[in-house]
Nanobody, 125 residues
Framework: EVQLVESGGGLVQAGGSLRLSCAAS????????IGWFRQAPGKEHEGVSC????????YYADSVKGRFTISRDNAKNTVYLEMNSLKPEDTAVYYC??????????????????WGQGTQVTVSS
């Protein structure tokens, strides 16, 4: 059974930093595309970032480019999202997502087969 457990969310002031972690189990971590989505109140899910399984290529939403960094530790079956220079508009529930096949449009939520339970990130102004 695939399990994704996010942690690291919380309340931070604008300009601050947080690091989200997603611990994965139940599948061969190295073979899967892993990403992060977020959902702010009243809004649709937004693709934040994705990292491929084969070449480690990274993708970012324009809204977070230069501020967020995704990484994966295959030895620990964990993916991270380092978030710096946080803004109030980054406030959302952040979800770890996994695709068990190749991803064509990384920011399209239906590309992903498994979702974590989410972790709340709140950025105060």
């Amino acid at each position: 059974e695939v399990q994704l457990v996010e942690s690291g969310g919380g309340l931070v002031q604008a300009g601050g930093s947080l690091r989200l972690s997603c611990a994965a189990s139940g599948f061969t971590f190295d073979d899967y595309v892993i990403g992060w989505f977020r959902q702010a109140p009243g809004k649709e899910h937004e693709g934040v970032s994705c990292i491929s399984s084969s070449d480690g290529r990274r993708y970012y939403a324009d809204s977070v480019k230069g501020r967020f960094t995704i990484s994966r530790d295959n030895a620990k079956n964990t993916v991270y999202l380092e978030m710096n220079s946080l803004k109030p508009e980054d406030t959302a529930v952040y979800y770890c997502v996994v695709s068990d096949s190749s991803v064509n449009i990384w920011y399209f939520k239906y590309e992903y087969d498994y979702w974590g339970q989410g972790t709340q990130v709140t950025v105060s102004s």
